[in-house]
């Protein structure tokens, strides 16, 4: 059995996916890792690192204890973070990268992943069912930052042979982890303002449709695609995920559903900007095609999903 080290397993990917791997890898063969501690249940489950993962020395050393096979590289400074930061974001996302690639060239470790973003796409690429193969010209820097991180994993893959793997996630959803300062957070925060407050605020314009994925059906699409058969894989840079594409007021629609009286507002703010240089919708058919990418949730099952766990939560 393969020994994974997951670096980032305190983020809203990282949290769930731990949990994933160790239902299918057994809880010791899966190495939780982050700078801070991660949830309850991934720290009480299984082995946790404390790491710095610009430390080249002491990743060097987890990877060598725990004899690792696969890393999942996850930590990141996500959009909206990094446009009031981006030195700082540029350094973490990409030398983050590149410290993650030599160690898996000189070491010869399996297997790495590492996600990329609907941001590497930008204002001049087509917005509607955007194809695997478009023009990128991102005007962000997290989109930058990931579109560099795509040519980096394809040259290793191409140059030294690493089997890299990536996905350009949508927005994420999870009721597990709160928002973590993306520009389609707007997402999980309406969810949990709903059962707070009754009511939400939101940093998108009402109409702005962006394309966004449940948790659970992205854990499942990122496990499958490493599952995957290298034979089966047309291409190293990163796969299009589409999910599901819909706007905030469709879920402040979907919300009033179960609360009739929820009530949203709007406020555009910085993320604005960005959110309109990002596709509408996504055409994901070459994962389809290569590793069987499928999804279970629409937005009618993800919402409900998404209130009676929330209200669960928080009691």
């Not at 009511?199 to 992205?218: H, N, Q, S, V």
């Amino acid at each position: 059995m393969d020994r994974i080290l997951v670096i980032g397993s305190s983020g809203q990917i990282g949290s769930e996916l731990v949990m994933e791997l160790r239902k299918n890898y057994g809880n010791n063969n899966v190495v939780a890792s982050d700078i801070k501690p991660s949830p309850q249940d991934v720290m009480e489950s299984g082995p946790f690192e404390t790491l710095d993962v610009l430390d080249v020395h002491q990743l060097h050393s987890i990877v060598c204890k725990y004899k690792i096979d696969q890393i999942y590289h996850l930590a990141a400074i996500l959009s909206g973070k990094a446009e009031s930061e981006p030195l700082k974001a540029w350094n973490i996302n990409m030398d983050s990268l590149m410290v993650v690639l030599e160690l898996a060239r000189t070491l010869k470790l399996k297997k790495l992943f590492w996600p990329s973003s609907i941001a590497v796409f930008g204002p001049t690429t087509p917005r509607h069912n955007t194809p695997q193969h478009t023009i990128m010209e991102p005007n962000t820097v997290y989109g930058i930052s990931k579109l560099a991180g795509e040519r980096w994993i394809e040259y290793y893959y191409n140059k030294y042979g690493i089997d890299i793997r990536s996905i350009r996630y949508p927005g994420l959803i999870s009721y597990k982890t709160e928002a973590g300062g993306g520009t389609t957070d707007y997402a999980v925060e309406i969810f949990y303002e709903a059962i707070k407050q009754n009511a939400y605020e939101c940093f998108l314009k009402e109409d702005t449709a962006l394309p966004m994925m449940f948790m659970p059906d992205a854990i499942k699409a990122t496990i499958d695609l490493m599952e995957t058969d290298a034979a089966n894989l047309s291409l190293r840079s990163s796969y299009n995920v589409a999910g599901i594409s819909f706007t905030p007021n469709d879920v402040a629609s979907e919300i009033q559903k179960h609360q009739p009286d929820f009530s949203i507002s709007y406020k555009p703010d910085f993320r604005q900007a960005i959110a309109n240089s990002w596709p509408k919708s996504i055409d994901d058919s070459v994962a389809r095609k290569d590793w069987g990418l499928t999804n279970e949730f629409d937005l009618e099952a993800m919402s409900a999903k998404m209130l009676s766990e929330i209200k669960a939560k928080l009691g």
